[in-house]
Structure formats: structure tokens, C-alpha cells
């Protein structure tokens, strides 16, 4: 029938931590608000988040430019068909005997 309160109250592990990241965002959203009313602290409020926002895309472009530039080439297609040209592989003339073919039957 009904479940008990304490069954009610039990949270996993994943519950728990978005519980935690709410009740922080919270808690950084007012204190935010409260230091953009003091003009004191309202350059480095408005200004911090900024540098932080400039340096965290700087740094994600340099971890994709050092990836690019560590990571090995892929290697070549050629590679894996063999030493035939690419032109004069046997799957393109069977191609064009079977175009051949229907050309014949129209």
C-alpha cells in the first residue's frame, strides 16, 4: 500500500550529489547578488568571471591544438586495399560491366 516516510527519504549516490550542487549554486547565486550591491567588490565581481570564462576557452583551445598536434596521422586508405591503383581496382571494372549490362537490357 503506502510506503513509510523513511523509504520516502532514501536518495542514491547520484540524488545526494545533485542535491549538493543545488543548495552550492544557491548559496554562490545569493552571495553573487549581495556582492554586486556592494560597490566595493562589484569591479572584481563583474570582472573575475570574465577572466575566468577568457582563460577557460584559452585553455580548451590549447588542449585541442596539443591534441592535434601529438595525435599520429590516421594512415592511408591505400593501405588496406593492397598495392593495386586506386583506378584500376578490380570492384570499379566489375561496376562498369554491371552498368554495361543494364544498358544492354533498356
Do not use: C
Not at 95 to 106: A, I, L, N, P
Amino acid at each position: 500500500m503506502r510506503r513509510n516516510a523513511k523509504d520516502d527519504l532514501k536518495v542514491n549516490k547520484d540524488q545526494s550529489y545533485g542535491g549538493l550542487i543545488f543548495v552550492i549554486s544557491v548559496l554562490v547565486f545569493i552571495g553573487y547578488i549581495v556582492a554586486l550591491t556592494n560597490s566595493a567588490w562589484r569591479p572584481w565581481v563583474l570582472g573575475a568571471p570574465v577572466v575566468i570564462a577568457v582563460l577557460g576557452v584559452l585553455g580548451i583551445t590549447g588542449w585541442i591544438g596539443w591534441t592535434m598536434l601529438t595525435t599520429p596521422p590516421p594512415a592511408p586508405l591505400e593501405a588496406d586495399m593492397g598495392s593495386t591503383p586506386s583506378g584500376t581496382s578490380s570492384t570499379s571494372s566489375s561496376s562498369g560491366s554491371s552498368s554495361s549490362k543494364t544498358d544492354e537490357q533498356h
